[in-house]
């Protein structure tokens, strides 16, 4: 059975940082894309950050310079650090697998996600 099970979420104002925790089980999460997605409230799911199995990062330029995406070395726990936090970064962060267009939202596999609120 495939879980990828967040944490790290939570509530702080403008300027502090999170972590956010991605653990993987399942599947053979070292072949597999990996990456963060956010979606606030009427807006659509977005690519935050993702890295490739051969060690490939991207970040969308809006969190460029503040988060950064990392693995463990087994590649089965993936991280978002977040710093700098503004308030536009309040959303449900996604952690997902295994990017595929067939699937929903482009990913086969997706945790439930994990709420972060920055105040201003």
């Known amino acids: 059975q495939v879980q990828l099970v967040e944490s790290g979420g939570g509530s702080v104002q403008a300027g502090g940082s999170l972590k956010l925790s991605c653990a993987a089980s399942?599947?053979?999460?070292?072949?597999?894309?990996m990456g963060w997605y956010r979606q606030a409230p009427g807006k659509e799911r977005d690519l935050v950050s993702d890295i490739s199995s051969d060690g490939t990062i991207w970040y969308a330029d809006s969190v460029k310079g503040r988060f950064t995406i990392s693995q463990d070395s087994g590649k089965n726990t993936l991280y978002l650090q977040m710093n700098s936090l503004k308030s536009e970064d309040t959303a449900v962060y996604y952690c997902?697998?295994?990017?595929?267009?067939?699937?929903?939202?482009?990913?086969?596999?997706w945790g439930q996600g994990t709420q972060v609120t920055v105040s201003s």
């Open positions: 997902a697998a295994c990017r595929d267009p067939i699937y929903l939202y482009g990913n086969r596999y």
């Open positions: 399942g599947y053979a999460s070292s072949k597999c894309r």
